[in-house]
């Protein structure tokens, strides 16, 4: 055993997908660096969502056969098959490679990438406002301090 001491860096997140702890995803929402990328990813998120449904509108002006399935279902499952993957390549290039395969396993699931974005924005979220609310106070303290 090596005499070596140990520095521990906060600000790392390890979550467990779907409560097993041998399925993780780790990320750091306290670099300014991830969280400007998530940041950005949302925004081309917003712009791509419009696109994606615009197109989905369209598919679904077409009508209903009469088996009442969508005439252009086939359309219909490609538009949601790349958009799930597009936003998987999106998930793998921010959390690391692998990622979305460990989250939704082959699934392509549009209610699958909206359960993980709303359960992971908060971690994000939250770690932002504790470390901006810390900084804020110290450099009111400041102020105050100088009065």
């Known amino acids: 055993m090596s005499n070596m001491n140990t520095l521990k860096i906060s600000g790392i997140k390890r979550i467990a997908i779907n409560d097993d702890p041998n399925n993780v995803i780790e990320f ?5 660096l991830f969280v400007e990328r998530f940041y950005a990813m949302c925004q081309e998120f917003q ?7 615009q197109r989905y509108a369209k598919l679904n002006e077409v009508g209903l056969d009469e ?3 969508l005439t252009d279902a086939n359309d219909n499952f490609a538009l949601q098959k790349e958009f799930c993957t597009y936003v998987r390549r999106k998930i793998d290039d921010l959390f690391g490679n692998g990622t979305s395969q460990k989250v ?7 209610d699958m990438i909206t359960d993980f974005f ?6 994000i979220w939250d ?3 504790e470390r901006v609310k810390k900084y804020s106070n110290s450099v009111t303290d ?5 009065k």
């Open 142 to 146: 400041k102020r105050r301090s100088m």
């Open 28 to 32: 750091n929402p306290t670099d300014v």
């Open 127 to 129: 770690a932002r406002n």
């Open 104 to 110: 939704f396993g082959d699934a392509l699931s549009v």
């Open 47 to 53: 712009v791509r969502l419009e696109e994606f449904d």
């Open 118 to 123: 709303e359960g992971i924005t908060p971690f």
């Open 67 to 69: 088996n009442g399935m």
